[in-house]
Structures are given as structure tokens and as C-alpha cells.
């Protein structure tokens, strides 16, 4: 039987007003609306799970707003946010539920799926990394010749390595700095080599994070890990003190070495990118303790009750979800830009990069047939001010239009005399400076000579969220993680699309095992090549011949 075709969202009644809203937004400026509406930037704030979003320095009216809202609505959300949370089959393509949300469910809640209570397996492997997190963390996990683990090295790459190394990043104060904790996730031996040189590796454990434990990078980098170890550390035997396994495949792990005993397990509907509060996060609960990774759980329900029970009007994740659809679809943005003030946050904008764009990089709807909209806006960032000195030009003066999320934090994990004000001015001053501009006149009044005037005016109406919160800590930074993935999960319902497989990036995987038998001698007819990649190729071996 054929399933009804849903009707397009570009023929959507809102869809078509906000077109047309969009011609009328193009001759306001942001400096006109705030002076119209006095309590603009009180009125369009929302808060929950202990974030403060700021909206009001968007390209919007009440009425853009209302239409989203609406757009949101003809799109059912509601009943697909609720599909999402029951566990029904909202991956369609891959035929799985996702219930990234059932792993900070607490203990006292059931979530019944295919008759199975997830949330309390979930809570079984939470329990056995906490053991296993405790004998590490107080010496008593030896490693094979009886020394306590100094080191920990998570392999994985992708969801298995953005996640954790985030979190690690943005965790560090809170981490127990007697350990070393690296993470190693390119096929480029540099990487692995790097991160080992000077480490002991009877000191050492390594962690082999891989949802199929199939992934070439991660199985490749594992192997060289075992030689490492067996190299130095003599027998067999001394990979199950050593290596310990974060996947779903148990079958593999078996047949690499790792006892199963030693293997955290988690479950098909978790995706990858939406893993590191899973037992993907073990290196991160490893560095900031069973307490601090339960906060950082707490963080993400919170924020998971909020987008289920706000109404949309108040609802973070929807409402910034939303406005990425207004500069992508209407307002012609391609990128959104993620600049947080706060250098712990270092990789989240790497860590986004993956959660938005496998996800919401898409070219056809669910039922197959072609968008008719633009899909996942490029997200990319920097922490400022890094970044001030360096791309923030093009985004004051450049010719595109840039959204921009600021995030900040009240309370800095380091005092330091008067950096952290200085720090937290800039974000404000930048805000502001790209929302409002300076006119030429302002700059003419200023005594600036003509000919420098065009150079230094600055249009303003560049737009920006303002996310504030107390302190980086795991439960906030559970709360921001949470609010973007809800915020991708709004966009993807809205553009009709699945946010949960990632078919795109299968093909290029294919032809690369093909070229690694070709370079390694194994097919010796190698396969049909476009003339480019083929002379690529015949290069690459001269040359590697003739060094
Ligand atoms: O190639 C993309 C991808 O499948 C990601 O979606 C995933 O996070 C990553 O590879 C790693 O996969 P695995 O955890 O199975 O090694």
C-alpha cells in the first residue's frame, strides 16, 4: 500500500506569508523595530533548563514569529515530538525508533518500546560504568603488570570521538587532573602516534568507542593500539586489561579480543552523533566522575522536558530551530555561525558540525521525492574573541547575511582579575555593534574624513541569538547539547526530511576500500577510474616509489 503523499511545506499556507514577510523584512532595519517596541528585548527571551535565549536581535516581527509558529504547527511538531518520545519508528529509512531522549530518563521513569523497558537498561549500563568508572578512578583497575591506569585513550571517530572530546573539553575543570585523557580518531597515523609517544602503556587504557566496531578509522586505529600494547606489554592476555569496548556489536568485539565483560552496550536507536550521554560517554565519565556525568544527564532531561512541554511560543529548541529555517529558506542564509565566549567550549562547534549537518544535510523527503526547499544550513564557529580578530570582518561588513548564536556564561570556571568581564563586554559589544551598525552620518559626526566614511559604516542588521547561562558546567552543558538537537530535530520536521540516517556518506567509504586494495597491491586490475583520480593515483605511487 502506498502511503499518502504529505502535502509539500512550500505549499503551506504560513509557508507562502512568510515569503511575503520576507519582502516587507527586507526594508526594516533592526534598529527601527527596537524603536518601535521598547520591551523588545524582554519580550522576545525565553528561558528553560536553565538557558537564557535572547531572540530579539533577529530579522523578525511579531507577525514572522506568529507564521513560524503556525508553520510549526501545519507540520504537526507536536505529533511528531510525541512520536519521537513514545519511540515509534521516526527514522524511517533505517526502520528504527530514536530515543536519544530514554538515555537521561531517570531510573524512576519507563519507556516501554517493542516491550522492552529501555530506560531501565539504560540505567543497567549507567550502573556498570559507574563501577567500572570508580575502580579506575581510585587505582583499583590494574592494568597487566599490576600499575594503576594514569592514561586513558578513547578511539572512535565521528559521534564516538565529537561527543566525548567536546565533553571532555568543555569539562576539563571539572575533571580529575591526574589522568592523561587523549583521543585519537583519524586514519592518519599521526594522530595515533602523537597521542601515544609519551605515554607508558602499562599505564595506559584504551577505550574502543564504535557503534558497528566496522569503522575502518576506529577498527584500524584499535589494531595499531594492540600492537602498541602487545609490543611493549608482552601476552594476549594484557588486551583485557587494557582495552575495554563501548559498542553495539558484541559479535565484533569478541572476535577483536576484548572480553565482552569488559564491553558497554547501547542500542540501535541511539545515532551516533546523538551518543556521547550514552556509554559512548565513558571516557567522559571517567574524567569527571559518575556524579558529575549524572549533572550532565540531569542537564539534557531537563532540557528534553521543556522542548516536550513548553508551548512553542517559549520553547527554546523550537523556536531557534525555527529561525534557522527563516534565514535559510526565506532569508537566503547559507551558513549559521556558533561563537561561544568561552574557550572550554573550544570543539563544540566541531561537535555541531556533525550533529547538524549529517543530520539535517538532506536532499529528499521521506517518502523519497526531491526537497523543494533548501535544506541544513553549513554551521561553523570559533571561540571569541578568537574570532573577532580574525573572520568576525566578513560577518560585520562582508555582502552575506551570517545568523549568529552567541553563548555565554555569567560565572567563569577561571577568575581571573578582570578578564572575564572583558570577555563577556566583547560578546555583548558584538551583539549589539552587529545588530545597529553605526551610520554614516554617526561616523561623519565622529570627525572621520569622507573618503574613509563608506569603509567605516557599518549597515548593522546582522542578526543573533544570545544563549546566557550561570556557569559551563556538565549540567549545563547537557542543557545545551539537548537544546541544539531538538532545535535539528525541529528543522528536519519542518523541511519533511529524515534527521536520523546518513546514506551520504556510504559512497565515499566504498570507493575508498576499493582504492586501499588497489594501492596496497591487492586487485591487481585496478578499478575504472574518471581520468582525474586516475592520474591522482598513478602520481601518488611515482612519487611515493621515488621518495
Ligand atoms: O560515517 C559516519 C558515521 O557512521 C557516523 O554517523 C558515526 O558517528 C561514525 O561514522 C562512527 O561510526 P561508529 O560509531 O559505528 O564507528
Not at 594514569?150 to 576539563?172: C, F, H, Q, T
Request: charged fraction near 25%.
Amino acid at each position: 500500500m502506498t502511503r499518502p503523499v504529505p502535502p509539500r511545506v512550500t505549499s503551506l499556507p504560513p509557508w507562502k506569508a512568510l515569503v511575503a514577510q520576507c519582502r516587507m523584512i527586507e526594508h526594516r532595519s533592526l534598529r527601527s523595530l527596537f524603536a518601535e517596541e521598547p520591551e523588545r528585548g524582554r519580550m522576545m527571551a525565553a528561558e528553560g533548563a536553565g538557558l537564557y535565549l535572547d531572540y530579539s536581535k533577529n530579522l523578525v516581527t511579531g507577525e514572522t514569529l506568529r507564521l513560524l509558529l503556525e508553520l510549526a504547527r501545519e507540520c504537526r511538531l507536536s505529533d511528531h515530538i510525541a512520536a519521537m518520545f513514545r519511540g515509534e519508528h521516526i527514522n524511517r529509512t533505517e526502520n528504527r525508533a530514536v530515543l536519544h531522549v530514554a538515555l537521561r530518563m531517570p531510573a524512576d521513569r519507563s519507556l516501554v518500546v517493542d516491550g522492552v523497558d529501555v530506560v531501565r537498561e539504560v540505567h543497567e549500563v549507567l550502573d556498570r560504568m559507574e563501577t567500572f568508572s570508580r575502580k579506575v578512578r581510585e587505582g583499583s583497575w590494574k592494568g597487566a603488570t599490576g600499575k594503576a591506569v594514569k592514561n586513558v585513550i578513547n578511539i572512535g571517530i565521528g559521534g564516538s570521538d565529537l561527543g566525548p572530546v567536546m565533553a571532555y573539553e568543555a569539562l576539563r575543570s571539572y575533571s580529575d587532573r591526574s589522568r592523561t585523557f587523549r583521543f585519537v580518531s583519524n586514519i592518519d597515523g599521526t594522530d595515533f602516534v602523537e597521542a601515544t609517544r609519551d605515554l607508558d602503556p602499562e599505564e595506559t587504557l584504551f577505550i574502543i568507542s564504535s557503534k558497528t566496531f566496522t569503522t575502518l578509522e576506529t577498527m584500524t586505529n584499535a589494531r595499531s593500539a594492540r600492537e602498541w600494547l602487545l609490543s611493549r606489554v608482552g601476552s594476549n592476555e594484557a588486551v583485557r586489561h587494557h582495552f575495554v569496548a563501548v559498542s553495539t556489536n558484541a559479535d565484533e568485539v569478541r572476535k577483536f579480543g576484548i572480553d565482552t565483560d569488559n564491553m558497554f552496550g547501547f542500542w540501535d536507536w541511539v545515532g551516533g552523533r546523538y551518543s556521547m550521554d550514552s556509554a559512548i560517554g565513558l571516557s567522559t565519565m571517567l574524567a569527571i566522575g559518575p556524579e558529575g556525568f549524572r549533572e550532565m544527564l540531569a542537564g539534557f532531561y531537563a532540557m528534553d522536558e521543556h522542548f516536550r512541554t513548553a508551548p512553542f511560543e517559549k520553547n527554546l529548541p523550537v523556536l531557534m530551530g525555527l529561525l534557522v529555517v527563516w534565514y535559510t529558506n526565506f532569508m537566503g542564509s547559507q551558513t549559521i555561525a556558533v561563537l561561544p565566549y568561552d574557550q572550554y567550549l573550544k570543539r563544540f562547534p566541531a561537535y555541531l558540525q556533525q550533529l547538524t549537518m549529517e543530520s539535517n544535510g538532506k536532499h529528499v523527503h521521506l517518502d523519497g521525492s526531491p526537497v523543494d526547499t533548501t535544506t541544513g544550513p553549513i554551521y561553523w564557529g570559533e571561540p571569541g574573541t578568537n574570532g573577532q580578530h580574525s573572520f568576525y570582518q566578513l560577518i560585520h561588513q562582508g555582502t552575506r547575511l551570517i545568523p549568529i548564536d552567541f553563548i555565554g556564561f555569567a560565572r567563569p570556571r577561571n577568575p581571573l582579575g578582570s578578564h572575564h568581564d572583558i570577555l563577556m563586554a566583547n560578546l555583548f559589544a558584538q551583539g549589539e555593534a552587529l545588530a545597529f551598525g553605526k551610520t554614516a552620518e554617526e561616523v561623519r559626526a565622529a570627525g572621520v574624513p569622507d573618503f574613509q566614511v563608506p569603509h567605516r559604516t557599518f549597515e548593522g542588521n546582522r542578526p543573533s541569538n544570545t544563549i546566557l547561562a550561570d556557569q559551563l558546567s556538565p549540567r549545563t552543558l547537557g542543557s545545551l547539547v539537548a537544546l541544539y538537537e531538538h532545535s535539528v530535530f525541529t528543522q528536519g520536521i519542518i523541511w519533511g526530511i529524515d534527521s536520523f540516517d546518513q546514506w551520504g556518506v556510504e559512497l565515499g567509504k566504498v570507493m575508498a576500500v576499493r582504492i586501499i586494495d588497489e594501492l596496497s597491491g591487492k586487485k591487481t586490475e585496478a578499478p575504472p577510474h574518471d581520468v582525474s583520480t586516475a592520474e591522482l593515483i598513478r602520481r601518488y605511487q611515482a612519487m611515493k616509489e621515488g621518495g
